[in-house]
């Protein structure tokens, strides 16, 4: 059950004071899975990333024994096409899923384990797709309204999050090619100087 009000807001509290120093993207969907989805009583949990060069969606962080035996390491990380299976669909629409019984979905791509229900939402942050929440039960019926509520918001934070750290190495990017060209332009110049003095 997703029990108590107050433990959820707790975790989301923190949620935003760590949000704010998580240094890299996949630190943050490491932290996503274990520290806030798993905090949440959530048993399972795989947040996937999307890939706009190959676009699909592939699986960066989990929690649950067959998907993360160990440390920051994820089993057998699937690659799922856009617009293929729950997740897939889930992120071409940008639209969140709650599926009570999985036997009769034909989208689902069973990946570790029995599952029955799934819920999944999407990360978006105005209008860019960053990837995908999902979590799966072997229970049907298993997520509710509050269970989607809370995801969305963990899935909102999150993507304004990735959406600044994707800012922040464009921008790193920019100033290094800057830096470059500066480099080039004082080179030349001093090619330039010194032919000058030769002639």
Request: net charge negative; glycine share 6%.
């Amino acid at each position: 059950s997703m029990g108590d009000d107050r433990e959820t807001l707790k975790v989301i509290n923190n949620f935003a004071i760590r949000l704010i120093s998580l240094p890299t993207k996949n630190e943050l969907a490491w932290f996503v899975a274990r520290e806030v989805v798993g905090q949440l009583g959530f048993e399972d949990c795989v947040v996937y990333f999307y890939d706009d060069q190959k676009n699909v969606l592939r699986q960066i962080a989990a929690i649950g024994e067959e998907k993360n035996p160990t440390d920051n390491e994820i089993r057998n990380p699937l690659e799922i096409a856009m617009g293929q299976g729950i997740t897939g669909h889930v992120a071409q629409f940008q639209q969140p899923a709650l599926i009570n019984e999985l036997t009769e979905d034909r989208r689902y791509i069973p990946d570790n384990g029995p599952a029955r229900s799934e819920i999944c939402v999407p990360l978006v942050a105005d209008g860019q797709l960053y990837g995908v929440i999902d979590s799966e039960s072997p229970v049907s019926h298993h997520f509710t309204a509050a269970h989607l509520e809370t995801l969305t918001t963990v899935a909102a934070m999150a993507s304004a999050k990735l959406k600044l750290l994707e800012q922040d190495s464009s921008l790193e990017m920019a100033e290094r090619l800057l830096a470059a060209e500066n480099q080039t332009l004082k080179a030349l110049h001093t090619a330039e100087t010194a032919n000058r003095a030769k002639s």
